[in-house]
Each structure stands twice: as C-alpha cells, then as structure tokens.
C-alpha cells in the first residue's frame, strides 16, 4: 500500500512538472512566430496581447487559460506570416487598371 | 530463338537511333527561336523611372476623377472635404479661426531658436527653411534612402549637436507646420531620380496596397475602393491629396500630427503593429503618397475631424 501510494505521489509530481513545461512551451512557440511577423512588417497588435496574458495565466497557475491563450497566439502568429506570404504575391492585384 | 534475338536487337537500335535523331536537330532553328523569345536588354540607365512613376500618377489621378467627377484635381488636397459638400462648408468656417494657428506660431520660435552651438535650423535648409516644403520627402541619393521633413529636421538637430526630437507630435511637428506654412501654395513636384529611389517608390506601393492587420484592411482598400464611403460617422478620404495638407489638426487628438503618426494610428485600428516612427516601410509609403499626389499644392497644417 506504501508502494502504491508513493507510486501515485511519484507520478503525480511527474504530471505537474509535465503538465506546467506545456503551456511555456506555447507562449515561447508563440513568441517566435510573433517575432518572424514582426521582421517582416506584418505583427498583428492582438498578438502580443495574447501572449503577455498567457504569461500572466500561467505565472498565476492557470494552465488551462494559459495554454488556451498561447494556442490563440499560436494561430494568430500564423495568420499575421501567411497575410504577409499572400500580401508579396497579390498586392498588386488591388491596383487599379 | 536466334531470329527473335536478332529482330528485338534490331528493335532496339532502331529506336536508339530515333532519339539520337531527335538530339541533332539543327542548331540553327533552335538559335532563331532563342532570338525570338530573348528581349533585347536595356540597360539600367536607359530606364526612365520618372517615366514609369508618372505613368501610375496618371493611372492614380484617372481612378479618383472617375470615382468623384464632381471634384476638380486640385481640389483634393482638401481631403475628404473635396467630395462632400455638407462637411466642407463646416470645415470652412473652423479654417476661419485654424486650431493649428498656435502650432504654427510655436514653430516659428522653435525654428528661430538657435542651437548651442550657435547655428539654427535655418542653415540646414535651403532658401533658409521657407518655402521648401514641396520638395519633402525626397531620395537622397547620396544615403540611398527617403529623407522626410521630420526626418531632416532631426538631422540637422544631430548635425548641430542636439538631441533628436520625439516624433509624431509635438516641438518637431510645430516646426513642420511653421515649414509647411511658409510653402502654401507650391506645387509638389517629388522626382524619382534612379533604381533606388524607384525600389523605395515601389516598396510604399507595395505597403499601400497590402492588407495587414487582425482586420485584413490595406491602404487602398479604405482609401481608394471605397474611398467616400461611410465608416461609422466619418466618410474614408480619398489617397489622392493625403500628404498635402500635414501636419494635421485632428479634432480627435486635440493638437497637430504628422503623417507618420496618421500611419500609426490607422494601423492600429486594424490591429496591425505599428512600425516605428520614421521606419524605412513609413517613409516609403510618404513617398509614394506624395508622389501620387505631384501636381497638387501644399496646404498644411491643416484641419480634420
């Protein structure tokens, strides 16, 4: 029963320590598509919003809303280097004739 | 058996020499339609860029005469105010007594002001700083890059020993609309000198016409499609004549702007990062605006809602 218990306790302190690195591994996932945005001209002003809130989410605890928020700057991040992608190639097509 | 052999050998090298055959067509006829298809090279000094810039201003001025035939060309340095006749005759009366009157005052004394080292603004400049407004911003051909009135302004702060002055409002935006001032009335008339200034035209171009932003909106689209439309209360200006009028007085901010912060404020209602006051893409699109808006007058400072 001792065993049993300090199994569960060993995996339970395995799980936070997991459970903490996901949420700091989106923000920083997050932070880089932001700065690749940001060489290019093309940040959008949301995404640093979202990932300063996911900071302050997961320094409070709140992994949940902290991954939630590093996961929207994720898409965000990504949608800022695809409109500058699709901005290069198209731009002139708003031209008039 | 034997005679199977031979006629697959036989097979075999007939069709080796069909695609030997195909290799040694003449070499002449694959010359002549290289000759075709090649364009004869012009070199880069032949390429009249000012030419190529003046044919997309006549592009440019055709679209917004189209769009708003009720509004003579030179009209347009008026803003939004050049294609609705309710909100002109009220900005009218508020140009009787000009809130940026103070503004152009204070210029003055900062302009007149002398450094610590004893020189001033006005040794920066030629014809002493008046009447020079037209000519901003220009390429310098010598730094490869487009020089502004702001940023000449700061420049010559450097050269002199002083600190630069913050950008986008305030002191240095006082000195631009006493600078502005003494130009009303000059035709703008910004040249496009080489292959360089051309890529800075190009690149403001390109920055005008590409949306960016959580809300997707590029310059053109607001300020050109469906420039004269309604956006809440206010009616969107047309492109043509933006630069003219600045600094500008906007009721919103209660005090004089320049264009730089004009850039900024709209792209953050995109939600789009604003880059840096005077930032290579900013002073790009100066340029371009302004080249699109050759032809017209200086008449800043000016007043908007």
Same mark, same amino acid.
């Given at each position: 029963m001792?065993?049993?218990?300090?199994?569960?306790?060993?995996?339970?302190?395995?799980?936070?320590?997991?459970?903490?690195?996901?949420?700091?591994?989106?923000?920083?996932?997050?932070?880089?598509?932001?700065?690749?945005?940001?060489?290019?001209?093309?940040?959008?002003?949301?995404?640093?919003?979202l990932?300063?809130?996911a900071k302050?989410?997961?320094?409070?605890?709140?992994?949940?809303?902290?991954?939630?928020?590093?996961?929207?700057?994720?898409k965000q991040a990504e949608?800022?280097?695809?409109?500058?992608?699709?901005?290069?190639?198209?731009?002139?097509?708003?031209?008039?004739? | 058996m034997k005679n199977t052999i031979n006629l697959i050998a036989l097979i075999i090298s007939l069709i080796i020499l069909a695609a030997c055959s195909d290799n040694s067509a003449p070499v002449s006829s694959a010359k002549s339609k290289f000759a075709e298809?090649?364009?004869?090279?012009?070199?880069?000094?032949?390429?009249?860029?000012?030419?190529?810039?003046?044919?997309?201003?006549?592009?440019?001025?055709?679209?917004f005469s189209n769009k708003f035939p009720n509004s003579d060309l030179g009209e347009f340095k008026d803003g939004v105010y050049a294609i609705d006749p309710a909100t002109r005759e009220q900005w009218l009366e508020i140009e009787e007594f000009p809130p940026y009157e103070l503004a152009i005052d204070e210029g003055i004394e900062f302009f007149e002001t002398p450094f610590t080292n004893g020189k001033s603004y006005a040794d920066c400049f030629e014809n002493k700083g008046e009447s020079v407004r037209q000519n901003y911003p220009y390429f310098d051909i010598k730094s490869s890059q487009v020089i502004? #009135?702001?940023? $000449? =302004?700061?420049?010559?702060?450097?050269?002199?020993?002083?600190?630069?002055?913050?950008?986008?409002?305030?002191e240095l935006v006082a000195i631009s609309s006493y600078m502005a001032n003494s130009s009303r009335g000059l035709v703008f008339d910004i040249k496009v000198p080489n292959e360089m200034a051309y890529k800075a035209y190009m690149n403001g171009k390109q920055f005008f016409y590409s949306k960016r932003?959580?809300?997707?909106?590029?310059?053109?689209?607001?300020?050109?499609?469906?420039?004269?439309?309604?956006?809440?209360?206010?009616? #969107?200006?047309? $492109? =043509?004549?933006?630069?003219?009028?600045?600094?500008?007085y906007r009721s919103a901010w209660g005090e004089l702007g320049s264009i730089g912060h004009r850039y900024r404020e709209c792209n953050k209602n995109i939600r789009a990062k604003p880059l840096a006051y005077q930032s290579e893409a900013y002073r790009n699109l100066e340029y371009y605006q302004t080249l699109m808006s050759n032809g017209l007058v200086v008449n800043g400072p000016s007043s908007r809602k």
């Amino acid at each position: 029963m001792n065993k049993i218990k300090i199994g569960l306790l060993v995996i339970g302190l395995v799980g936070s320590v997991v459970w903490e690195a996901t949420p700091y591994e989106l923000i920083k996932k997050a932070e880089m598509i932001r700065l690749k945005a940001a060489e290019v001209g093309f940040e959008w002003s949301t995404t640093s919003t979202l990932i300063a809130e996911a900071k302050q989410a997961a320094k409070d605890g709140n992994y949940e809303l902290a991954e939630k928020l590093a996961a929207e700057a994720i898409k965000q991040a990504e949608n800022s280097l695809k409109q500058a992608e699709f901005a290069a190639v198209n731009w002139q097509d708003s031209e008039p004739k | 058996m034997k005679n199977t052999i031979n006629l697959i050998a036989l097979i075999i090298s007939l069709i080796i020499l069909a695609a030997c055959s195909d290799n040694s067509a003449p070499v002449s006829s694959a010359k002549s339609k290289f000759a075709e298809k090649a364009k004869p090279v012009v070199a880069k000094e032949q390429i009249n860029y000012q030419q190529k810039v003046d044919q997309d201003i006549r592009r440019f001025r055709s679209f917004f005469s189209n769009k708003f035939p009720n509004s003579d060309l030179g009209e347009f340095k008026d803003g939004v105010y050049a294609i609705d006749p309710a909100t002109r005759e009220q900005w009218l009366e508020i140009e009787e007594f000009p809130p940026y009157e103070l503004a152009i005052d204070e210029g003055i004394e900062f302009f007149e002001t002398p450094f610590t080292n004893g020189k001033s603004y006005a040794d920066c400049f030629e014809n002493k700083g008046e009447s020079v407004r037209q000519n901003y911003p220009y390429f310098d051909i010598k730094s490869s890059q487009v020089i502004t #009135l702001e940023l $000449a =302004i700061n420049q010559c702060r450097e050269s002199n020993g002083e600190k630069p002055l913050e950008y986008g409002q305030g002191e240095l935006v006082a000195i631009s609309s006493y600078m502005a001032n003494s130009s009303r009335g000059l035709v703008f008339d910004i040249k496009v000198p080489n292959e360089m200034a051309y890529k800075a035209y190009m690149n403001g171009k390109q920055f005008f016409y590409s949306k960016r932003g959580q809300l997707n909106f590029s310059c053109a689209d607001c300020h050109l499609k469906i420039a004269g439309s309604s956006l809440r209360a206010d009616r #969107l200006s047309p $492109a =043509i004549g933006h630069p003219t009028g600045m600094p500008v007085y906007r009721s919103a901010w209660g005090e004089l702007g320049s264009i730089g912060h004009r850039y900024r404020e709209c792209n953050k209602n995109i939600r789009a990062k604003p880059l840096a006051y005077q930032s290579e893409a900013y002073r790009n699109l100066e340029y371009y605006q302004t080249l699109m808006s050759n032809g017209l007058v200086v008449n800043g400072p000016s007043s908007r809602k």
